[in-house]
C-alpha cells in the first residue's frame, strides 16, 4: 500500500496541457441576462480543450448580438367565442425564434484575429396557445369551464411565455456551434 501511494499522482499530459487554451469572454452586447454568456462557457468546458478564465485567457471571444427576430411558421383556424366555430382566419400557433450573433477570436499576446468577425445563427421552435379566444383557453366539462392550460402539461403557453421557454434551448444550439467551430481551429 505505501508502494502505490507515494509519489503516483493522476495529472494531464504535457501534450494535452499544451493543446488546451484558457480563454476568456468579455460581455456579450446584447445577452441581457446572461444566459447566453453561461451557455457558452458551459458549452466550452464540456470540450476539454479551451478552460474559461474571467481575464486574461490566452484567447479572447469577442461575441455581440446582431439580430434577434421572430417569425410565425404555424396556423391552424380561428374560431368565434361564444360558438367555437371555425372561421376563415388564420391565427398562427407555431413560431421560430432565431438570434445571430457576431464573433471574433482574439489571441491575446499577439492581439491577431484568428476568427475573423464572423456570424452564427441559432434558432428554436416553439408552439403557443392563442389568449384572445376563450375557446382556446377553456372547455367545458360537467358543466364547468375548465382551462385548458391546466390540462397541457406545461406544453401549452401564452405567446409571451414561449418565447421565454424557447430562449435555453436556443442558447444552447447557438452555444454549441460556437464551441464546434473553435473546435476546428488550431491555435
Known amino acids: 500500500m505505501l508502494v502505490c501511494s507515494c509519489g ?3 495529472q494531464d499530459s504535457a501534450y494535452e496541457e499544451e493543446m488546451r487554451r484558457t480563454i476568456s469572454i468579455p460581455y456579450i452586447k446584447g445577452d441581457v441576462r446572461g444566459q447566453l454568456t453561461n451557455e457558452i462557457i458551459r458549452q466550452l ?3 476539454g480543450r479551451y478552460e474559461y478564465i474571467r481575464e486574461g485567457g490566452s484567447l479572447l471571444l469577442k461575441v455581440a448580438v446582431v439580430s434577434d427576430g421572430t417569425s410565425k411558421i404555424g396556423y391552424r383556424y380561428d374560431r368565434k367565442n361564444h360558438s367555437c366555430k371555425r372561421t376563415n382566419h388564420l391565427q398562427p400557433t407555431e413560431a421560430r ?8 477570436l ?10 475573423k468577425p ?19 383557453l377553456s372547455f367545458i366539462q360537467g358543466g364547468r369551464r375548465v382551462t385548458v392550460e391546466s390540462f397541457s402539461l ?8 414561449a418565447q421565454d421557454d ?3 434551448p436556443l442558447y444552447r444550439d447557438l ?10 481551429i488550431s491555435c
Not at 482574439?106 to 476568427?115: H, R
Not at 441559432?122 to 375557446?135: A, K, M, P
Not at 406545461?154 to 411565455?161: A, K, P, R
Open 8 to 10: 503516483y499522482h493522476l
Open 45 to 47: 468546458s464540456y470540450s
Open 97 to 104: 425564434r432565431e438570434i445571430t450573433v457576431e464573433l471574433t
Open 106 to 115: 482574439i489571441d491575446e499576446a499577439s492581439m491577431m484575429e484568428i476568427i
Open 118 to 136: 464572423t456570424l452564427v445563427r441559432g434558432t428554436s421552435e416553439y408552439d403557443f396557445v392563442g389568449t384572445h379566444s376563450l375557446c382556446d
Open 154 to 161: 406545461g406544453q401549452l403557453d401564452s405567446v409571451e411565455g
Open 166 to 168: 424557447a430562449l435555453l
Open 175 to 184: 452555444a454549441e456551434k460556437i464551441v464546434n467551430g473553435l473546435e476546428w
